[in-house]
């Protein structure tokens, strides 16, 4: 609160300000004393309220004769302090006017001194009570007489400006307010006097006993005597120099600011580098207040600075000037890479003066030099200077170092631009005229720049694909979920994923192709460089000769595959004639039956892996141990292995599953046996040893031979397609023609289940390959363990479908029905050519058809699209017994299972439930 404010409260006077109305407004402490009421009591109350009732219409008009020309009153009355008590008091009217004249309210006040009044004792309270308030306050309180003198000051005027109270007494305060400040005090001070206002608050500037001018803020209330004359104030003044300092130094950082913010503003408009230039030197003159800033260039041939931009230079000769590296203060700037503040530059004996001539021509003597440059290059200097002397501080050489800064990058930003543009033509010409369709990549997906040949390749223009198409518009579904999870790991970390891989695009016409794609991101940004090459022949040719591949591998196979098989049919002949001459209990039986029935499945997967060798086969992963599948491989090529006298040698440290297609991977191991006994001699002597291990989430395979080894030059092209060491037409001892592919098609099929393979080999310690599959996750594992979904619901319901098995073998069906029969399947019935089938399933419905794909009459598919026409609701399950079910009819012909002969009951419910099931 103002200290006027508080010494108007606490003076022993009755005071109060109503409006015209008579609402009370302001009423001070002594008063509500009085009326034993508290303020927040009366402001708002009727003031005539408190007067006699034969008192208040007299008062009221004595108050209407009050006028602006005659604003004050005198009257005596009484006031009801309490219901049965009042005081007979001299009260002073005084009417108050705003700046336009209108009236606003009254103010009223006893006159002091009546000893009817208050008791003698309230008046030394009150007394007592404002000097220990004003003494004790942090502000200066000060009351002066009409002709500015000081009759009162409170002692904290030495904590704040250094006097003694005593020394002050009747001086006039007008002596210590700052020359420039004293007109304006005045001037304001006369014309409250005038309007007869009674506050007011200013600031200005106040001497301190050593002589140095605070900046103070004073609150100040006006006395008037009963004739409406200035008698004297009351100040309140307190020291705001801090403030202020902090007010200046905040306006000083907002002009900067704007200074800063217009430069940014004008240099991101398409303007010069002399235009930008020149406005960073004139803003560098108004931050300063220089009298003249210009830049000077580094001339690199010539080894010499010259004035390239100039504000406020006056002479030819300063704007014509050079001066060479490490002379002058601009050569000093250059060769040091540093800052200076020159207070004069005649009197500065670091710098070798060599055009003093020119710079006193000029009048300049005081400044500063910044240099203008980048982390890596110099370009020149930026200078601040001064014709008087003038101390420059740290904070303005920071400025115009920033200002020199900017320079540096405006002028970084034009070279740049002008690199970029030749960098840019020369680019381009390469980027069109490349052999392969080339595009840029925005993280989002959006092709922003596209080449000629992508548009032969793709057969859209770059009209319709720079900016508008996403690349995955291409690329065929199954491969788009592997492909967008590499595009995502190459933004995280280029190295987390392949940048050289296959995938199959649909071109314009819908023509699938397959694309050998390169991919790598461009340094600095989110964007990424890919190289598409057209290799569908190639891939044609390629499936050709991994064809051939696998007939030679089979070829190779056969002699152990016929043993394994004649041994498994030996078994089951043998134990099917024991039950043809015995007479078995149950239990003999039983385990007989058992007997045949795991050696019939020995002999369908014997079949398998001979079917996955002979032809092309989907990815079809499932969790394996991988020990199994080497163990099986052995088990296979065991014979040869004992007739060239190879051990092999087994160390299984893995416990991890892998989720892998079983055939391909034993593709893998069955070119890795082949290529480590193709590496050791024939007839002699070796070892083959395997290893297994887990090293962070990954099972590390190594087949390691003790054959010949390879030099480097052979090792590095190992895994290029149709790269062999047998020769073009040769033959090893074992009869198996070298195409080259062998490695290569183990090099995809590792790349395909997201792993990687690696050789380490040398000619005196053989050869080892590195096999790094990740290892199966728990969830996953847990995953796969589950078997199919079962139907909600109770098993009655599910006894209870209709039916329809299709097959050309009429034992088959047989089987079949009694198989269905057993597990309790009321509603079975079995066709042995597909136009039955269809002629039946017109008459009557069925829940679901088991269908053979190939029966005399008509293939599966064209049944298939015969049952759709009849009802799409029925699921139909495939079943085949030749290579493999993958090779699934497509599009709406596409059936909603598949099962593989030979089958067993299990086989049989599992697919049943999961189609219908699937169907629910």
Known sequence: MDAYKILLDELPVLVCFFRPDGKIVYINKTFCW??????????????????????????KQTLQTLSFQQRQGIERYKINCTPKASVHLFWIHRAVFNEKKKLIGYEIFNTPGPQDLMEEKMYREREFYLRLVTDNMVDVISQMDANQRIQYISPSITQVFGYQPGNLINRNAMHMVHPDDISRIIQQTDHCIRNKDQIMKFEYRFRHINGEYLWVESGMHFFYNELGEYSGAIFSTRDISKRKSMEQK???????????YDLALNMSTEKSLDENLAFIVEKSRELLKADTSYITMADEKQQEVFVAIHSGIMTEDFKKMKIPFSKGLGGKVMTTRKSFIIDDYFENQEIIHVVDDIVRGEGLISGMAVPIQTSMKSFGVLFAFNRQKTRYSQEDLDTLSLLGNLAAVEINRKQSQEALKESESKYRAIFENTGAATVIIEEDTIISLANAEFERLTGYTKAEVEGKMKWTYWVVQEDLEMMMERHKLRRLDPEATLNRYEFRMKDRKGQVRHILLTVDMIQGTKKSLASLVDISEHKQLEEQLIYSEKLAAVGLLASGIAHEFNNL????????????????????????????????????????????FARPQELKKDLFRIEQLIDEMIEMIKKQLELENIAVIREYQSEQNVSIDKSQMQQVFLNLFLNARHAIKPKGNGIISIKTEDINHNVRIVFHDSGTGMDEETRS?????????????ARDSFGIKGTGLGLSMCYKIIEQHNGKISVESGTAIGTSFIIMLPAAGKEESKGSSRGPDRIEGDTKKMKDLNIMFVDDEIRLLDLVDKLFTRLGYQKVKTFDSGAKAIACLKEEKYDIIFLDMLLPDMDGVQILSEVRKIDPSIPVVFMSGQLSVQERPSGESEADGYIQKPFDIKDLEDILLKVISKKK
Not at 34 to 59: A, E, Q, V, W, Y
Not at 717 to 729: D, I, N, R, S, V
């Open 250 to 260: 905040f306006e000083k950082e907002i002009n900067k600011f704007k200074i800063l």
């Open 717 to 729: 092209k190992l895994f290029t397609p149709f790269f062999t060491t047998k020769g073009a037409f």
């Open 569 to 612: 049919l030996a078994i089951i002949k043998g134990n099917v004639q024991i039950l043809e001459l015995a007479e078995t209990g149950r239990d003999e039986l039983l385990a007989t039956l058992e007997i045949i029935e795991n050696q019939t499945n020995r002999g369908q997967d014997i079949v398998a892996q001979i079917m996955s």
């Open 34 to 59: 009085c009326l034993n009421k508290k303020s927040s009591d009366l402001k708002g109350t009727d003031f005539f309220r408190l007067l006699p009732k034969n008192d208040r219409t007299r008062i």
